[in-house]
């Protein structure tokens, strides 16, 4: 039996994963939770094989929530199921070591299919968005998109500069890189640019 978590914060979604996954003979969705720290607990607590997680979630997205266990040696396979066709989204889940991304408008049954490939050691990524994944360079740096998303959630450069311990000359650099690597003419339209393409 394939014992899934499963993180989803829009509770329709939730429920509706739950029900398709459970009529699987060899799966069953052990626990769910509503947001990223919830998940993180139940995943400690339940320890199932695999956690099928959303992207974007309140308090830790689905990514940070693979890269916490990716970083822990955690043994759970993440599969991110989700509705961001982006590139730049699939290769960072890729770098967290997440063993799976599908989007949510893929037909229920390869869902299952991909679970148990996971499960067996495997990899099962959308294979159009694994093919732009490899054509589409990434030009942020991790300190320039921790910097760009926190300006793009209204943070002035003193604010970024003791949320991260830096100084504000320091974060200034940060985005002006991400600025011109992004060739934008502000750090509004770089975050807008970034979020378009995946790269927060």
């Known amino acids: 039996?394939?014992?899934?978590?499963?993180?989803?914060?829009?509770?329709?979604?939730?429920?509706?994963?739950?029900?398709?996954?459970n009529l699987e003979a060899d799966i069953e969705v052990v626990g769910t939770a509503a947001d990223g720290e919830s998940a993180w607990r139940e995943l400690q607590r339940l320890r199932p094989d695999l956690l099928v997680t959303d992207i974007e979630m309140p308090g830790l997205t689905g990514l940070e929530l693979a890269q916490r266990i990716h970083r822990h040696e955690w043994p759970t396979r993440v599969v991110i199921v989700t509705t961001f066709a982006r590139a730049g989204y699939l290769r960072r889940a890729l770098d967290a070591g997440v063993s799976g991304y599908l989007l949510k408008d893929a037909p229920a049954d390869q869902l299952a299919a991909a679970l148990r490939k996971v499960h067996d050691g495997g990899r099962a990524i959308d294979p159009q968005l694994a093919l732009e994944a490899w054509t589409e360079a990434d030009p942020l740096n991790d300190r320039e998109r921790q910097v760009l998303r926190l300006a793009g959630e209204g943070?002035?450069?003193g604010d970024i500069a003791r949320q991260l311990n830096?100084?504000?000359g320091t974060v200034r650099n940060y985005l002006s890189e991400a600025i011109g690597k992004l060739g934008v003419s502000n750090r509004i339209e770089a975050y807008r640019l970034a979020r378009q393409r995946g790269l927060l």
């Not at 829009?10 to 994963?17: I, K, N, T």
């Open 1 to 21: 039996m394939i014992r899934v978590l499963l993180a989803e914060d829009q509770a329709m979604v939730r429920g509706a994963l739950t029900a398709l996954l």
């Open 155 to 157: 943070l002035s450069a």
């Open 166 to 168: 830096l100084s504000q």
